[in-house]
């Protein structure tokens, strides 16, 4: 696949921008950048900064972070792969974090802020 750097780790366990804003937000699901390991949230998620940051970046493939999905999604040809190459561990969040998450973060209508 193009646009794929499997050496290169996540470079979190969250969302990236949500960890950093203040006050900090949350996420639906997880995505990961399969170039540079962003990990951005999806667009269901209030902040959609994994689709934010293949537009900004030009980095077109995302694998999903969440546990038991291998998937891949390519922003330019809009494309979903079932599966591709192995990355580099960890290939998902931590099973004791929450989706959607993370829990202390969660407004209680956060069903209702989705996309």
Same mark, same amino acid.
């Given at each position: 696949?193009? /646009?794929?750097?499997?050496?290169?780790?996540? &470079?979190?366990?969250?969302? @990236?921008?949500?960890? #950093? $804003? *203040?006050?900090?937000?949350?996420?639906?699901?997880?995505?990961?950048?399969?170039?540079? /390991?962003?990990?951005?949230?999806?667009?269901? &998620?209030?902040?959609?900064? @994994?689709?934010?940051? #293949? $537009? *900004?970046?030009?980095?077109?493939?995302?694998?999903?972070?969440?546990?038991?999905?291998?998937?891949?999604?390519?922003?330019?040809?809009?494309?979903?792969?079932?599966?591709?190459?192995?990355? #580099? $561990?960890?290939?998902?969040?931590?099973?004791?974090?929450?989706?959607?998450?993370?829990?202390?973060?969660?407004?209680?209508?956060?069903?209702?802020?989705?996309?």
């Amino acid at each position: 696949m193009e /646009g794929v750097d499997p050496a290169v780790a996540p &470079s979190g366990n969250g969302c @990236a921008e949500c960890d #950093a $804003a *203040s006050p900090q937000g949350w996420w639906f699901h997880l995505r990961r950048c399969a170039q540079c /390991g962003h990990i951005g949230c999806c667009d269901s &998620s209030p902040g959609q900064h @994994a689709s934010a940051h #293949a $537009a *900004s970046s030009g980095h077109r493939i995302v694998r999903s972070f969440e546990p038991g999905e291998e998937w891949f999604w390519d922003y330019v040809e809009e494309v979903m792969y079932e599966r591709g190459p192995e990355l #580099a $561990a960890p290939t998902h969040h931590p099973l004791t974090q929450a989706a959607p998450g993370p829990a202390d973060r969660l407004p209680a209508n956060w069903a209702e802020q989705l996309h």
